[in-house]
């Protein structure tokens, strides 16, 4: 699975590909 980590002000956002092949994204707010 290949991993994206983008972090934006104010908070960071994680973007996970899954085997299904849809695209789930966590938002931590930092």
Known sequence: M???QKSY???E???SE???GDSAF???SG
Do not use: H, P, R
Request: glycine fraction near 20%.
């Open 2 to 4: 290949d991993m994206e």
């Open 9 to 11: 002000s104010g908070g």
């Open 13 to 15: 956002i994680i973007f």
């Open 18 to 20: 899954g085997d299904d």
């Open 26 to 28: 966590l938002v931590a």
